[in-house]
């Protein structure tokens, strides 16, 4: 009787588990693809040897578990800001077709993200990929109050957007790149996630001495033929520089990638 019972518990544990349903665990691989997931991380991956940082503790503000987000949509989402001002003609210059897949990296409070999701269509699909869980967390609380299905937000490490290889169309990039700490690293791992064929676009700020106001000098490291430069050298080549009226304080390239073969 006793073996018998403990063969009935055995097959209806069977059962319970085989029935299941499957969803990754936050940490792990989970596919940043799979539509079961709102969010996942690249936290926790396996990575590399990073090389050395270009600005370390830049992100320290973005990684506090405190990070207040209602103080940086007061500083985000202002018309006050050129590229809140100027974002219907950013995105018109984007060129976002329906059932295309983005990569908004360093998606801060999601501005440009809800744009995308509404762009791309059902048949599309956005990934909001910011270093800060807070962002993440409201992204996904916005995209609920606006019916958006159609968005993963994905936690990224410092030197990785965390992203599988050829998974996206388009990588956006918007007053983000002066704050990856690891570029070479991070601009690998986007190279790796965008398809062959596939455009990037980078807005970043004028850094122009003598000319730029004090807080860009002292914040961004790199001005825009250094920045080309880097990009270059990471696998990536300039179509066009973007001209947008009233674009004062930053510029906008669209650039493709290069064949990993030919990276120097």
Known sequence: ????????????????????????????????????????????????????????????????????????????????REIYDLRQEILERCRIQVGERIADVGAGTGLFTRQFCKAVGNEGWVFAVDIA????????????????????????????????????????????????EYPADTMASIHSALRVGGRMYLIDFERDPGVSREWILDHVRAGKAEVIRELESFGFEVVEELKINRMEDNYMLHLRKRPSSTNN
Do not use: W
């Open 1 to 80: 009787m006793q073996r018998l019972t403990l063969s009935l518990l055995s097959l209806i544990f069977l059962l319970a588990t085989s029935l299941a349903p499957f969803r990754p665990a936050v940490g792990q691989q989970a596919h940043p693809l799979d539509p079961r997931e709102k969010m996942v991380t690249g936290q926790d991956a396996a990575a590399p040897p990073r090389r050395q940082s270009v600005k370390p503790g830049i992100n320290d503000s973005f990684t506090n578990p405190e990070l207040k987000v209602e103080e940086f949509i007061q500083r985000f989402e202002i018309e006050s």
């Open 133 to 180: 869980p807070r962002f993440i967390e409201h992204i996904n609380r916005q995209a609920d109050l606006h019916g958006l299905r159609n968005v993963t937000g994905v936690i990224c490490r410092e030197d990785s957007v965390a992203l599988p290889p050829d998974s996206v169309d388009v990588v956006f990039i918007c007053d983000t790149y002066h704050h990856f």
